[in-house]
């Protein structure tokens, strides 16, 4: 099974950019899709964007449309979620998950069934 690791998170002034990102040690995550979510503390997991492996076609939720970009760097096995002009309400903790499938169809954590272990985004002056 497919074990996926985050980094990149830490402590960011607001109007700050960090980059996320997600591999796996030992499986090609090259060939699957990936999405990532995020859940700040009291809150429902809501999901961010999603790339598909099949043909590369990213996706995002109105949460993260507009500041946020996801993309694949096939040779390093990783997927990365650019962040820009962070804002306090993105503190959260971020995570990268997959459904084993290649299409990004339904954005939502109750479709997605392997996780990592989440990386801490916190924004403050």
């Known amino acids: 099974q497919v074990q996926l690791v985050e980094s990149g998170g830490g402590l960011v002034q607001p109007g700050g950019s960090l980059r996320l990102s997600c591999t796996s040690s030992?499986?090609?995550?090259?060939?699957?899709?990936i999405g990532w979510f995020r859940q700040a503390p009291g809150k429902e997991r809501e999901a961010l964007s999603c790339?598909?492996?099949?043909?590369?076609?990213?996706h995002y939720t109105d949460s993260g449309k507009g500041r946020f970009t996801i993309s694949r760097d096939a040779a390093k096995n990783t997927v990365y979620l650019q962040m820009n002009n962070l804002e306090p309400e993105d503190t959260a903790v971020y995570y990268c998950?997959?459904?084993?499938?290649?299409?990004?169809?339904?954005?939502?954590?109750?479709?997605?069934?392997?996780w990592g272990q989440g990386t801490q985004v916190t924004v403050s002056p």
């Open positions: 030992g499986s090609n995550i090259n060939n699957i899709l």
């Open positions: 790339i598909s492996s099949s043909d590369g076609s990213t």
């Open positions: 998950a997959t459904d084993g499938g290649t299409v990004c169809a339904r954005l939502h954590y109750v479709v997605f069934d392997i």
